[in-house]
């Protein structure tokens, strides 16, 4: 992309057209109503892909721009599943204070462990997020009074939502509540990346050491995008769990850190996109092949993973986006 | 420290039984074009390395200006003024040329952890950046990805990049290392026509140019200064011959 | 009082000698190739579903089963390693995270595909049933072999590395993979070589396992957290660091399990956060 840039282009006008809003997005955002008309009968698969989607993106901040890997992003998924459950299953269960609430428990976690995510690098940081994540599934599965442990966390009864919008079987009022939060959080996303701050994350991605040499406070950096992705799994987690009124301990397995992984590299990490369209494959996928039994449905996930990393470095996006690459080469 | 930019005080260091700094006592005037020579393995870039804080010393202590910076992180020493170009490229692949300045601009001026406004509102950054690129004649090149510029550009990049942060200080890695000859003597000419406040230290091996951009030479052996004087005091000097000009002159 | 506690000491000691044969290849390539090989425990969970094959359907003896276990495991990691791993050798850690996930989860369902999910039985020849009485304190005789059995190897290794040619190039390797090149050593096939040695010490930890902890296709993940945590602690490409921490941890477990049930792996996993934490460069000092 910024390799095209024509003569005569200021450096404003550059950096504008980095940012400006293409008609691929805003077609592909008025074709998120679609579901409503074209497939009435499968909102509920919508609202999970919505769902997935943002946790898909919330991954993305820190692994497709900063490069932090996290073994471990479930647990804020967790953290933000069990808060709303708990919510409104000991205060009431008005929705939109559970998802507010569940932000803030899972970004106040985030914040105090991005104290000891900066720190590190490498094999230590997958370490690290790996038995944070390992450690919260253990501590939720021991604490069953609170949790329901492995049972899952009984009596969780969600409002209607503005006091208006009952939560109904066909799952009309899910999606579009999980498709308006979504798009929300798309904007603010999408706004930080194109902002002084996402420019530094990609810095730091690049080249920490570099970052470093231009004076660069890579770690208070990496605490601040830590954060705020661990609100968007929070919410993403109270989505989940207000839509389908259930939480169980599968939300903070390394299972569904994995998942999230391979949906977001499938996709296309660091493309801002990139988790929407792989948790839309990966979520079609899953329901066609519901029928088969989930440990196969593993073995068709590694096979892809082997695949996309050998054969697909970055993801459909990164293919579509040599492909076109090329063409356009090949016209000119 | 009446003065100097940039002061060591008994710097060493060693790796293991390798002793890469000895005692280094390095004085540095305001605004002086200095020149760091020295055999391949003598702790040139190294000494860089202590200095910016990439490494810590053994023992020693490193002063900007008046103030103590030892203790100090490197972003912390390059925001106080000190800036390094590195030996072998260390920059963004994947950012063009402009985006990459345009970050070392906004770190510098403190909004690079601003989040909810968009990159084209600072106009003003992105104006610096493209003045500090094109100063480096990589103003037609700017859009291009960093890893898409040839070699010497990317050369020239780092130097834009150290810029950026409006040093007081500026350390230079062998900023023409695989540059053909021509072009380095254009490099240099970049770098002499620099403000005349900015103090510059940089290593080259190429003598004619050291003794064509350098106002002063420090020669350095096996982690220790061997002479520090002006290019003339340095050609004279007997024990520089034989340690350094001799074996170039051999080899 | 101090049976029980003998007795938990020693299960403790046997399980992290288990440990022990499952880690120690992971530890010795992390620390040469700085390789994040997530399947490792993919090639212990492989030998054991070997020794289960030869004895319950092939009628094999549990002992001669063992070393096929070995050799099966080492020649599926230098396949793997030859076809898969070694092209991203320069890749970033989160592809070879990647990679590595993948073939654990495709080993995991086949395994599950071939032998369903259930823990599969192993009938233990008779002379390593039952147990000793020393002292008043009970030892199992199964633990008494594999203690014995992770000695010998640990010595034979440690004397390997220590005194041939073969180990002086793997030490160097691990020590400056640059100097070690420079040195004109065959990094990459020195390389490929203690990785299949790795393996297969894993397939031969996972075949000498089943007693111990069973065997279902869940083996390539639940172990691994225990073997990232032994080669965390011990530190990369150490084999007594390995051996040093799989003892603790394997103590600390099965004391843990014995003294406050409740918790659970908790305590482990807190104990690994704690550690990594506490000395990372210390755990990581060669990166
Ligand atoms: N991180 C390191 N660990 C061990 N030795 C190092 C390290 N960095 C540099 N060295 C050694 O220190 C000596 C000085 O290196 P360097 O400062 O790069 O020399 P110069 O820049 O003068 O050519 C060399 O022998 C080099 O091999
Ligand atoms: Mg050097």
């Known amino acids: ?332 | 420290m009446n003065g100097a930019a940039l002061a060591t005080r008994g710097l060493n260091k060693s790796f293991g039984s390798l002793v890469v700094a000895k005692d280094v006592e390095l004085v540095l005037p305001h605004g002086v074009r200095y020149a760091l020579i020295g055999p391949n393995g003598a702790g040139k870039t190294t000494l860089i390395n202590l200095i910016t804080g990439m490494l810590r010393p053994d023992t020693g202590r490193i002063f900007l200006g008046e103030d103590d910076i030892t203790s100090l992180a490197p972003e912390a020493r390059v925001r106080r003024g000190l800036a390094r170009t590195f030996q072998i490229n260390a920059l963004f692949p994947q950012l063009s040329a402009l985006e990459a300045v345009t970050l070392a601009v906004c770190e510098r001026r403190g909004f690079a952890g601003v989040w909810w406004r968009g990159l084209p509102e600072y106009r003003d950054a992105a104006d610096e950046a493209h003045a500090i690129l094109a100063s480096l004649l990589l103003g037609e090149h700017c859009y291009r990805l960093t890893h898409e510029l040839s070699y010497g550009q990317q050369r020239l990049l780092e130097i834009a990049l150290a810029l950026a942060t409006r040093p007081r200080v500026l350390l230079l890695d062998e900023p023409a290392a695989g540059v053909p000859r021509d072009e380095s003597a254009e490099l240099f000419a970049a770098i002499s026509g620099l403000a005349n406040d900015l103090t510059v230290l940089f290593i080259e091996h190429d003598m004619d140019i050291v003794f064509r951009f350098a106002a002063r030479i420090i020669v350095m052996v096996s982690g220790g200064i061997l002479v520090e004087g002006t290019p003339d005091e340095v050609a004279e000097d007997t024990r520089v011959r034989e340690v350094y000009l001799g074996k170039a002159h051999h080899g | 009082m101090i049976g029980p506690f003998v007795g938990v000491l020693f299960d403790g000691f046997a399980y992290g000698m288990l440990l022990f044969l499952l880690s120690v290849g992971l530890s010795v390539t992390l620390g040469m190739m700085n390789f994040i090989n997530l399947a490792h425990c993919s090639f212990g969970m492989l030998g054991g579903y070997v020794t289960v094959t030869l004895m319950d359907h092939l009628g094999w003896p549990f002992l001669a089963s063992l070393p096929v276990a070995f050799l099966a495991a080492a020649a599926v990691s230098i396949l793997l390693e030859r076809t898969l791993y070694r092209r991203l050798y320069r890749a970033s850690e989160l592809d070879q995270c990647l990679l590595t996930i993948g073939i654990v989860f495709m080993s995991v369902a086949a395994a599950a595909y071939v032998y369903g999910t259930v823990q599969q039985p192993l009938q233990l020849p008779d002379y390593l049933q039952g147990s000793v009485v020393i002292a008043g304190v009970n030892f199992a005789l199964y633990r008494v072999f594999l203690v014995a059995t992770a000695l010998a190897i640990t010595l034979v290794l440690v004397a390997a590395l220590e005194w041939t040619r073969f180990g002086t190039r793997v030490r160097a390797a691990v020590d400056n993979q640059r100097m070690a090149r420079g040195l004109g050593i065959n990094v990459d096939r020195t390389f490929a070589i203690t990785f299949a040695l790795g393996g297969g010490l894993a397939g031969l930890g996972g075949a000498l396992a089943i007693a111990i902890v069973g065997l279902d296709p869940g083996f390539a993940f639940a172990y691994l957290v225990y073997v990232l945590i032994v080669v965390s602690v011990g530190g990369l490409g150490s084999i007594r660091g390995s051996f040093a921490a799989a003892a603790v941890l394997g103590i600390s477990d099965v004391a843990g399990k014995y003294y406050v049930p409740q918790l659970g792996a908790f305590l482990i996993y807190l104990v690994m956060v704690g550690l990594l934490m506490w000395r990372p460069s210390g755990l990581f000092g060669k990166r």
Do not use: C
């Not at chain 1, 504008?16 to 008309?37: C, D, K, S, Y």
């Open chain 1, 1 to 332: 992309m910024a390799g095209a840039a024509p003569e005569g282009v200021t450096p404003h006008q550059y950096l504008e057209n980095q940012t400006r809003w293409r008609r691929v997005e805003i077609a592909f955002w008025l074709a998120t109503l679609l579901p409503f008309v074209v497939t009435p009968t499968y909102l509920s698969l919508a609202s999970q892909i919505a769902i997935t989607a943002l946790f898909a993106l919330s991954l993305d901040l820190i692994l497709g721009y900063a490069g932090i890997v996290s073994l471990g992003h479930a647990a804020f998924f967790g953290l933000g599943a069990y808060t709303a459950g708990l919510m409104s299953k000991f205060v009431w269960g008005e929705p939109l204070t559970g998802l507010v609430a569940a932000a803030a428990i899972a970004g106040l976690v985030g914040f105090a462990t991005s104290f000891i995510i900066a720190r590190f690098r490498h094999l230590a940081l997958i370490m690290i997020t790996l038995g944070l994540g390992l450690l919260l599934h253990e501590a939720a599965n021991s604490a069953s009074w609170l949790t329901g442990g492995a049972d899952g966390l009984q009596g969780v009864d969600i409002w209607p939502l503005l006091g208006a919008f009952k939560f109904d079987l066909y799952g009309r009022t899910a999606y579009a509540y999980s498709l308006v939060v979504l798009a929300l959080m798309f904007l603010v996303a999408r706004r930080l990346i194109h902002s002084p701050f996402g420019l530094a994350l990609r810095g730091i991605r690049e080249n920490a050491v570099r970052m470093s040499a231009i004076g660069a406070p890579n770690r208070s950096h990496v605490r601040k995008v830590y954060t705020i992705s661990a609100v968007i799994a929070g919410i993403a987690g109270a989505l989940l769990a207000q839509t389908t009124e259930t939480v169980s301990l599968e939300v903070l397995s390394f299972e569904r850190s994995a998942d999230v992984l391979v949906i977001l590299i499938l996709g296309g990490a660091g493309r801002l996109y990139g988790g929407i369209l792989g948790a839309i494959i990966y979520m079609v996928a899953r329901d066609q092949f519901s029928g088969i039994n989930p440990q196969f449905w593993y073995f068709w996930i590694g096979l892809l993973l082997v695949a996309v990393v050998m054969l697909l470095p970055n993801g459909i996006l990164g293919g579509l986006a040599r492909f076109a690459e090329r063409w356009q080469g090949g016209r000119r």
